[in-house]
Antibody, heavy 119, light 108 residues
Framework: QLQLQESGPGLVKPSETLSLTCTVS??????????WGWIRQPPGKGLEWIGS???????YYNPSLKSRVTISVDTSKNQFSLKLSSVTAADTAVYYC???????????WGQGTLVTVSS | EIVLTQSPATLSLSPGERATLSCRAS??????LAWYQQKPGQAPRLLIY???NRATGIPARFSGSGSGTDFTLTISSLEPEDFAVYYC??????????FGQGTRLEIK
């Protein structure tokens, strides 16, 4: 049973870079069975997929965010991370890290972390 | 990008009643459609994958149907814990993975 935990600053200034890390426990991030990724949810709104990374290093990004997003993996720490540059208030959201089974049969989510963009 | 449209936006029902939630895709997603339940302050939980397969641990009162562009999530007899927001998600043609805007199931 995998467990995912997000960490990172809860407050980011406009125009700066949002950085979050997800620590995976109970399994290896090098597994070929999962896509690791990030989904966000602005307060009171719906879910938006940000992007995913596969163990091979292949990345997949939401075209609406692609120019500002980087997702990477650190296998030595069993972690993956999100960087979102040039943030604005519209990027204020709860950010969830996820592990989605390649077969689509199950997935794992972190508890979510609220990131507020404000000066 | 495939757009998913859920209806209704809000559904008001009583415990014991049957709930029918709809999700329509802007183009065919075959059977690559999932349903999630989200309660306040919690991460979404996968209910149904590949349109009609219940995820592990999901009660039998939840069922999914459909293929192509039209999908339905049915809750046969509502329990108090079923009142939540439900999202559909397509996994057919990605990136991007896309979600519907959600249906709020509230107690009447």
């Amino acid at each position: 049973q995998l467990q995912l935990q997000e960490s990172g600053p809860g407050l980011v200034k406009p125009s700066e870079t949002l950085s979050l890390t997800c620590t995976v426990s109970g399994g290896s991030i090098s597994s070929s069975s999962y896509y690791w990724g990030w989904i966000r949810q602005p307060p009171g709104k719906g879910l938006e997929w940000i992007g995913s990374i596969y163990y091979s290093g292949s990345t997949y990004y939401n075209p609406s965010l692609k120019s500002r997003v980087t997702i990477s993996v650190d296998t030595s720490k069993n972690q993956f991370s999100l960087k979102l540059s040039s943030v604005t208030a519209a990027d204020t959201a709860v950010y969830y890290c996820t592990g989605i089974a390649v077969a689509g049969t199950h997935d794992y989510w972190g508890q979510g972390t609220l990131v507020t963009v404000s000066s | 990008e495939i757009v998913l449209t859920q209806s209704p936006a809000t559904l008001s029902l009583s415990p014991g009643e049957r709930a029918t939630l709809s999700c329509r895709a802007s183009q065919s997603v075959s059977s690559y459609l999932a349903w999630y339940q989200q309660k306040p302050g919690q991460a979404p939980r996968l209910l149904i994958y590949d349109a009609s397969n219940r995820a592990t641990g999901i009660p039998a009162r939840f069922s999914g149907s459909g293929s192509g562009t039209d999908f339905t999530l049915t809750i046969s007899s509502l329990e108090p814990e079923d009142f939540a927001v439900y999202y559909c998600q397509q996994r057919s043609n990605w990136p991007p993975l896309t979600f519907g805007q959600g249906t709020r199931l509230e107690i009447k």
